[in-house]
């Protein structure tokens, strides 16, 4: 597979990123199902872990549930808790390996956050001084702190909304 095919692949299922039942076009659940290679770290019965083929440093790699799941929004929580331990293990294996200044955990919830494969995935990027990757932060942040009252507004806005899946 030329890497245009795989570009094309790769960033095609961004027109289709509301559509939550659609797998069958999925990138990642192609990789699961063995139909697009991929660089396998290890997977068990609910997830796998696989290397990111545009890395951005040396070990940066993937953790993606195995069944269909857009993003933090839709996912089963039963496969939440799962992921959840398994990041914290590849996340260890990774620094490990590579022994990085640090390594940063990514998941991006939506196109509006920058999501391209509409299949959750979490990155796990190792980081090191002087990359070029990083939050882009706006000029004027920490220049004050938020009010407290504001702060705690806003904690109780969060605690009183549902954490079901919207139906919008
Ligand atoms: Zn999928």
Same mark, same amino acid.
């Given at each position: 597979?030329?890497?245009?095919?795989?570009?094309?692949?790769?960033?095609?299922?961004?027109?289709?990123? @509301?559509?939550?039942?659609?797998?069958? &076009?999925?990138?990642?659940?192609?990789?699961?199902?063995?139909?697009?290679?991929?660089?396998?770290?290890?997977?068990?019965?609910? @997830?796998?872990?696989?290397?990111?083929?545009?890395?951005?440093?040396?070990?940066?790699?993937?953790?993606?549930?195995?069944?269909?799941?857009?993003?933090?929004?839709?996912?089963?929580?039963?496969?939440?808790?799962?992921?959840?331990?398994?990041?914290?293990?590849? @996340?260890?294996?990774?620094?490990?390996?590579?022994?990085?200044?640090?390594?940063?955990?990514?998941?991006?919830?939506?196109?509006?956050?920058?999501?391209?494969?509409?299949?959750?995935?979490?990155?796990?990027?190792?980081?090191?001084?002087?990359?070029?990757?990083?939050?882009?932060?706006?000029?004027?942040?920490?220049?004050?702190?938020?009010?407290?009252?504001?702060?705690? &507004?806003?904690?109780? @806005?969060?605690?009183?909304?549902?954490?079901?899946?919207?139906?919008?």
């Amino acid at each position: 597979m030329s890497l245009h095919e795989i570009r094309t692949i790769y960033f095609k299922p961004l027109r289709s990123v @509301t559509n939550m039942s659609d797998n069958e &076009s999925c990138l990642f659940c192609k990789i699961v199902r063995g139909e697009i290679p991929a660089s396998v770290i290890f997977e068990d019965k609910f @997830t796998m872990a696989f290397m990111d083929i545009f890395p951005i440093s040396k070990g940066h790699c993937l953790l993606i549930p195995k069944q269909h799941h857009v993003n933090m929004l839709d996912v089963d929580i039963k496969v939440a808790k799962r992921l959840g331990v398994r990041l914290a293990e590849l @996340t260890r294996k990774v620094h490990s390996a590579f022994e990085p200044d640090g390594v940063i955990n990514v998941i991006a919830n939506g196109v509006g956050a920058g999501q391209e494969v509409p299949h959750l995935h979490i990155h796990v990027i190792p980081r090191n001084e002087g990359d070029k990757f990083g939050f882009l932060f706006p000029d004027d942040y920490r220049e004050e702190m938020a009010p407290r009252d504001e702060l705690d &507004s806003v904690a109780k @806005t969060i605690r009183a909304s549902s954490d079901l899946p919207s139906s919008k």
